[in-house]
């Protein structure tokens, strides 16, 4: 019986090359063999896990073979734009900027969220900025409670309680922000026969931090099975510009910006990825408290509520039921 041993560098690549390399021919296969394409499009974020999968995939089919897609909106941070475009020209491969506010202010995305701003924050107008925010408080009981933050002209924050119908509501019109990113990203590949390649990494995919049919349309993912430690990892060795590395990773769909700790998580990538680890691998309890050097009730509570997003994504992971034709008798 092989006894696993937890420790806080359990997540540390030992060869990083030869992941490198085994990702590179994970790229070069499906792109060539299995879809028989002709390149890979990429949604260029300005991120760390879209700058990772762009270099990978210069490596694995040639930077000709690749397309950077940059789709900036009103709400964007600007900083986005810029690093994607610096990434790009960094990697020397062609890159496209297609901004999708026309296409979202059509939708009435904006209309139907700064609606409810206005309805929880009478004083606000175009000079604000807004974001949802959680609290999970894991050193009490836990539960994951929604916020609508705003920061006025003056920079003063004002956090209000939104309900679940007014946080369904605004949730449901940001997620058209990742499917019209989606559609954009299939008229690119498709035009160019390429396929399209994503960016989720394994905490987002194993908490269903991903939009079904938005940045989870895709037709391949490189790093879905690698830790978000893990692609810190392999940016150091890929060489990706540093402001690109200490950027805190987000969503960019809000016009005051929040880092996906913030928004989905609650905790730092570390604990969450040795926390996933340790639920994947049944790690016992009283080792992982003494390890990460938490209490008791807090790693329950932590374990409880990934359980629980491990569950309630379940469907997002899968193709949809389909009807089989062998069950008419």
């Not at 030869?18 to 063999?33: D, P, R, V, Y």
């Not at 299995?34 to 300005?46: A, D, E, F, Q």
């Not at 810029?82 to 790009?88: G, S, T, V």
């Not at 900025?129 to 924050?157: A, C, H, M, V, W």
Request: hydrophobic share 35%; glycine share 4%; charged share 25%.
């Amino acid at each position: 019986m092989i006894t696993l041993v937890f420790s806080k560098d359990v997540l540390r690549i030992k060869d990083i090359e030869n992941l490198k390399k085994s990702l590179a021919n994970f790229i070069q296969e499906q792109t060539f063999e299995k879809y028989r394409k002709r390149g890979i499009v990429i949604g260029i974020s300005g991120g760390i896990d879209s700058a990772v999968v762009a270099t990978l995939a210069c490596n694995a089919i040639g930077k000709e073979n690749v397309l950077g897609l940059i789709l900036p909106e009103k709400e964007s941070n600007p900083k986005s734009q810029e690093f994607a475009k610096k990434l790009c020209k960094n990697l020397n491969i062609e890159y496209v900027i297609d901004d999708i506010t026309p296409i979202l202010e059509s939708s009435s995305v904006y209309k139907m969220r700064e609606t409810i701003a206005q309805k929880l924050y009478p004083d606000f107008n175009n000079s604000c900025k807004y974001r949802l925010i959680f609290t999970e408080n894991f050193d009490n009981d836990g539960l994951s409670i929604p916020y609508l933050e705003i920061q006025d002209s003056q920079n003063q924050k004002h956090k209000v309680k939104i309900s679940l119908n007014d946080y369904l509501t605004m949730t449901a019109a940001t997620n058209i922000k990742h499917r019209i990113r989606m559609s954009r990203l299939y008229y690119y590949a498709e035009k160019n026969n390429f396929l399209v390649c994503g960016t989720t990494n394994k905490a987002e995919f194993q908490q269903g931090y991903f939009v079904k049919y938005g940045d989870g349309g895709v037709d391949i993912e490189p790093l879905a099975n690698l830790f978000k430690t893990q692609v810190y990892q392999l940016a150091e060795s890929l060489n990706i510009p540093s402001e690109i590395i200490q950027r805190k990773a987000s969503p960019d769909t809000w016009s005051f910006d929040i880092s996906d700790e913030e928004f989905f998580f609650s905790l730092k990538y570390d604990i969450i990825d040795l926390m996933l680890y340790a639920r994947e691998k049944s790690i016992p309890l009283n080792e992982i408290c003494s390890t990460l050097e938490l209490g008791e009730d807090k790693v329950k509570r932590i374990l409880k509520s990934q359980e629980r997003k491990w569950n309630s994504s379940k469907t997002s992971r899968i193709f949809p039921p389909s009807f089989d034709i062998k069950d008419i008798s």
